[in-house]
């Protein structure tokens, strides 16, 4: 942590693939203003703490982390808030649940001067100042295109924070040479009696994680 500069607060709001009262979809929110992943946002948030959120990152675009960007959008219509991913994950949002069929076009909407939402790609790799903070994308392995995120609270420098993975699979540590985090969050997905299903589906267990 740079000299000075305070502690980051997490917020886990959901940490599960799968969703009923009591568990909720990918959602981490840091300082309350920036939210990393979609899962869980909007079913975890008051409307006030949903108004103090300025950017949301995505991992990827599987629909456990993206699905309540819309829902967000419609609620938080009265400005303008960035989502940022890969170009990926970018497309899989705007094609899928950004289309204007099942919700208002919010890349465009209210007016396209003042759209709701503005999608931002990020490079792997290449540092991005966002606000506060500086975000590093780092490719992940995983069944579909997906990248975690080193978050620090310099917004010139990518060291130090947290680096959260997204979702991940067996190969993670080939990340390491680009990453110097304080704080690890990584997806766990499986036991360890279910090993096989978390190799064949780009997810880990403690015992592939501990490799
Ligand atoms: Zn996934």
């Known amino acids: 942590m740079p000299k000075g500069a305070k502690a980051m607060e997490i917020r886990f709001l959901g940490v599960h ?23 869980g946002l909007t079913s975890s948030l008051s409307f006030e703490e949903q108004a103090r959120i300025r950017s949301i990152l995505l991992t990827h675009g599987h629909y456990d982390h993206i699905r309540d960007v819309p829902a967000f959008a419609l609620a938080n219509s009265d ?3 960035d989502i940022l991913g890969t170009e990926a994950t970018l497309e899989i949002l705007s094609n899928r649940l950004l ?12 007016s396209p001067e003042r759209p ?5 790609k990020l490079e792997p790799y290449q540092a991005r100042s966002i606000g506060d903070y500086s975000v590093l994308p780092v ?5 579909g295109p997906t990248v975690g995120y080193q978050v620090s609270e310099a917004s010139d420098s990518p060291a130090g924070g947290l680096f959260f993975t997204g ?14 985090p304080e704080l690890m969050l990584v997806d766990i997905t499986f036991s360890n009696e279910f090993s096989d299903a978390a190799r064949e589906r780009g997810h880990l267990c403690l015992s592939l994680f501990g490799k």
Do not use: M, Q
């Open 116 to 120: 709701v939402l503005k999608l931002k």
């Open 167 to 180: 979702d991940t699979g067996a190969g993670l540590s080939e990340c390491w040479e680009y990453i110097s």
């Open 17 to 39: 693939n799968l969703e009923s009262v009591n568990t909720k979809l990918t959602s981490i929110l840091v300082d309350d203003i920036l939210a990393l992943d979609a899962g």
């Open 79 to 81: 400005r303008t808030i």
């Open 139 to 143: 490719p992940v392995p995983h069944s």
């Open 99 to 110: 289309d204007g069929t099942i919700y208002p076009k919010f890349t465009e909407w209210p």
